[in-house]
Nanobody, 127 residues
Framework: EVQLVESGGGLVQAGGSLRLSCAAS????????IGWFRQAPGKGREGVSS????????HYADSVKGRFTISRDNAKNTVYLQMNSLKPEDTAVYFC????????????????????WGQGTQVTVST
C-alpha cells in the first residue's frame, strides 16, 4: 500500500522550532518530487516548499524563506521540513505530497495533481 505519513507536528511557542517528517512507504521517493503544503483554519491550501526528484532543487514560499529548510534522505525514503523561528501565522495542518514532476516554482505547486498525499500533521504556534 502506498502511503505518505507526516509526523513531528505539535505545539510550540513563537520563536521555537519543529522538524516535520514525511515518510513514504509502498514506493520509492527516488523518482518523485516532494511538496509540503499547509492549510490554516478557514484558509485555502498553500504551497510551502518543494524539493525536486532529480537535482534536489528547492523552492520556498516567501513567507517561510530563511526560516524553513526542506531536505530529503532517499535512503530513508523520507523528506524533512525543518521549521525555525516559528510564528503564530505558521499555525496550520501541514501535508506532504509526492509527484514525478518537479514544480519549477512555488506557484506551480498548486497546479499539479499530486500523485500521493499524506494525512497531515498539526502545527500550532502560540504567542
Amino acid at each position: 500500500e502506498v502511503q505518505l505519513v507526516e509526523s513531528g507536528g505539535g505545539l510550540v511557542q513563537a520563536g521555537g522550532s519543529l522538524r516535520l517528517s514525511c515518510a513514504a512507504s509502498g514506493f520509492s521517493i527516488d523518482g518523485y518530487s516532494i511538496g509540503w503544503f499547509r492549510q490554516a483554519p478557514g484558509k485555502g491550501r498553500e504551497g510551502v516548499s518543494s524539493i525536486s526528484e532529480r537535482d534536489g532543487n528547492t523552492h520556498y514560499a516567501d513567507s517561510v524563506k530563511g526560516r524553513f529548510t526542506i531536505s530529503r534522505d532517499n535512503a530513508k525514503n523520507t523528506v524533512y521540513l525543518q521549521m525555525n523561528s516559528l510564528k503564530p501565522e505558521d499555525t496550520a495542518v501541514y501535508f506532504c505530497a509526492a509527484d514525478p514532476w518537479a514544480p519549477p516554482n512555488i506557484e506551480a505547486m498548486g497546479r499539479i495533481v499530486w500523485d500521493y498525499w499524506g494525512q497531515g500533521t498539526q502545527v500550532t504556534v502560540s504567542t
